[in-house]
């Protein structure tokens, strides 16, 4: 299984960008995709997640109103709209998945339930 990101560059605050992340080798259907970034000297923290119909999403409260994940199973492709860039959204962005099942995708926010991740892609929002 292999995840790759893109979308990522250099905007200026309150611009938006759209990440993408392509999965290959499996269908992701009946996977839970998430976003995950990491500011240089800090962990990873969770972005956001959605559930493999698409139908639930759960995201991180500094996002929320300005992120958006959503999927397209048919592409095997899962998307982070970001509008209102600011500075502090400054990081690598990554993508992960699980086939795990789950109760609630409001459960997977830790890093540690994804086990398939892509590389990667460098988001920067200058003031």
């Known amino acids: 299984v292999q995840l790759q990101a893109s979308g990522g560059g250099l905007v200026q605050t309150g611009d938006s960008l759209r990440l993408s992340c392509a999965i290959s080798?499996?269908?992701?259907?009946?996977?839970?995709m998430g976003w995950f970034r990491q500011a240089s000297g800090k962990e990873r923290e969770f972005v956001a997640a959605?559930?493999?119909?698409?139908?639930?999403?759960y995201s991180t409260d500094s996002v929320k109103g300005r992120f958006t994940i959503s999927r397209d199973n048919a592409k095997n492709t899962v998307y982070l709209q970001m509008n209102s860039l600011k500075p502090e959204d400054t990081a690598v962005y990554y993508c992960?998945?699980?086939?795990?099942?789950?109760?609630?995708?409001?459960?997977?926010?830790?890093?540690?339930?994804?086990?398939?991740w892509g590389q990667g892609t460098l988001v920067t929002v200058s003031s």
């Open positions: 992960a998945a699980d086939w795990a099942p789950v109760a609630s995708v409001a459960l997977k926010k830790r890093a540690a339930e994804y086990h398939y």
């Open positions: 080798g499996r269908t992701v259907t009946s996977a839970i």
């Open positions: 959605i559930s493999w119909r698409g139908d639930s999403t």
